[in-house]
């Protein structure tokens, strides 16, 4: 069973940074983070190919960025100038035969 292990979120002033990290069980790495603000749908954050290939929403290009250890199954995500409306849950994703496994999501909020 795919388990992953979200961490790195936390309560940060606008304008600061935080680094989020996602880990999966068995042989292979997520794909990219999602967020969901209250009220709102989930979105895609970033992805990132197994090559190293990446894509950020509009809202995050600049400020955000993605990155991946394949020998940990690990992504990453790099968050700076942080903004209130980046004030989300953020979880990792791993497809997998047809199916999407999620993280527990970690709690990002940045206050004004």
């Known amino acids: 069973q795919v388990q992953l292990v979200e961490s790195g979120g936390g309560l940060v002033q606008a304008g600061g940074s935080l680094r989020l990290s996602c880990a999966a069980s068995?042989?292979?790495?997520?794909v990219g983070w999602y967020r969901q603000a209250p009220g709102k749908q989930r979105e895609l954050v970033a992805s990132i190919t197994d090559r190293g290939s990446t894509d950020y929403a509009d809202s995050v290009k600049g400020r955000f960025t993605i990155s991946r250890d394949n020998a940990k199954n690990a992504i990453y995500l790099e968050m700076n100038s942080l903004k209130p409306d980046d004030t989300a849950v953020y979880y990792c994703?791993?497809?997998?035969?047809?199916?999407?496994?999620w993280g527990q999501g970690t709690q990002v909020t940045v206050s004004s």
């Open positions: 068995g042989i292979i790495s997520p």
């Open positions: 994703k791993l497809p997998l035969y047809g199916h999407d496994y």
